[in-house]
């Protein structure tokens, strides 16, 4: 595939950006960022961080960069309710909290991708 011939299509757009954020959820956990979803539903709101963030996450799809920080996680076991006996292994689960940026960026890749899918 031409990548310049085809990066208007791969780029994300302010909508897309826009809409990974109204789809986080807003009393979900943050991850090692500390960044809650409540202040990104907020920050979004603001143009110049609305720009800034496309740009980032644009920058990240022309280089194929994926910063480490966005990888970063916190994993949690919690247990699993209504278990009569905690002993075995299988009465845990793991919950893996990302970056809430890295959330971000995805989820505007995932907007941009299926606006490209063929119907």
Known sequence: ???????????????????AVRGAKVGAAPGGDGIPNSLWHKLIG?????ETLVQLFNACINTGY???HFQRSITVVLRKQ???????ANSFRSVALLNNAREVSGG???TTCERLKPN
Do not use: F, W
Not at 2 to 16: A, D, G, K, P
Not at 46 to 50: A, F, M, S
Not at 82 to 88: C, E, I, N
């Open 46 to 50: 603001v143009p110049v961080i609305l």
């Open 1 to 19: 595939m031409n990548q310049q011939r085809y990066q208007h299509m791969i780029s994300n757009h302010h909508t897309s950006a826009h809409e």
């Open 82 to 88: 209504g278990k009569s006996d905690y002993q075995p």
């Open 66 to 68: 994926n910063p480490s």
């Open 108 to 110: 505007s890749c995932r």
